[in-house]
């Protein structure tokens, strides 16, 4: 794909800040033109002084520099190793062999767009110590898990009550048990006991899927349907829906 997570694609998203962003990238060919490119340069305006015979020998150096200095430059700056920097936050990621070394890289898919800011936020924090800390990650997403459900328009303190008040306006059992899931394996991060995160680092990882599915499910489906519906259904025909609606009640 042309956005992929791979080497010397000009765009990807970024490991550390999570936006989809230019990256520059430096490696030991571009630092072998780059001096190439300075001494026949420095040659070229030295050259235009000099008489026909004397450009022989400068001539010959510079075929043998040319030959010379990537070896030599490969004695500082590995062949195999590359740097690409985010052009979105300034950080850089580094690669061996085509591939990405730091920062060590999980495939965890970007935040919901109808997140709000805040949220998306420690989603992306929680993305970049996942590999270091599942723990850790498992309870920044239980804070965004609150912060969801604030999101919906509840109090956003206590999860389990805020969850019933959902279950009680008709929640659907799907999204009940993703939300559980959520509460159950976040406490676990905070407060130890029978899920160990740090031995089954997996658990950890689903989370970002099932925050990004109750986000889908709780707003971003309700937002396009109701976007549909005012575009698609004209005004006379949503009178009647209406007065068919009143009259069942």
Known sequence: M???????????QCPH????????????????????????????EYRTNLRDFQQTAIQEFLKYANKRVPNDLN???????????CLACGNYSLWVNQEMVYPRKVSIEPPNEDLNDEIKSIYNEAARIYFDSSRGAAALLRLALQMLLKQLGKEGKNINSDIKELVDQGLSPKIQKALDLMRVIGNNAVHPGQINLDDDKDVALKLFLILNTIAKEMITVPKEIETFYKEIIPDETKKQIENRDKKKN
């Open 75 to 85: 004695l500082f700056l590995p062949e195999s190793f590359s740097i690409a920097t």
């Open 17 to 44: 800040c999570g936006v989809l962003a230019q990256q520059s990238w430096f490696s030991y060919y571009d630092l072998s033109e780059i001096v190439s490119n300075i001494y026949n340069h420095i040659f070229l």
């Open 2 to 12: 042309k956005d992929e997570l791979k080497y010397r694609n000009d765009k990807f």
